[in-house]
């Protein structure tokens, strides 16, 4: 059995407000919408349909390049 992990995820006034809302609206914490968005995401990395919005250099103010993991 391995260890948990913490991650630290940082949102910008608009992304927590839309974060905030959406656990209200299904009566859970930000932080557990964030985990159960996680294992959802990862639990459809082989399937060859995920997709991760990447920002070029860091730079918020770029437009977002997507990817696409094939394995």
């Known amino acids: 059995m391995t260890a948990p992990r913490r991650v630290a ?3 910008d006034e608009f992304g927590w407000s839309a974060l905030v809302a959406e656990a209200a609206r299904q009566n859970v914490t930000p ?3 964030v985990v159960h968005a996680t294992m959802y995401y990862l639990s459809d990395l082989d399937s ?3 997709a991760a919005r990447v ?3 860091g730079d918020a103010g770029r ?3 997507f990817e ?3 394995d």
Request: aromatic letters at 6%; glycine letters at 12%; charged letters at 55%.
């Open 9 to 11: 995820v940082e949102f």
């Open 31 to 33: 932080e557990e919408l």
């Open 48 to 50: 060859g349909r995920a």
């Open 55 to 57: 920002l070029e250099g």
């Open 63 to 65: 437009r977002p390049r």
């Open 68 to 70: 696409r993991r094939e």
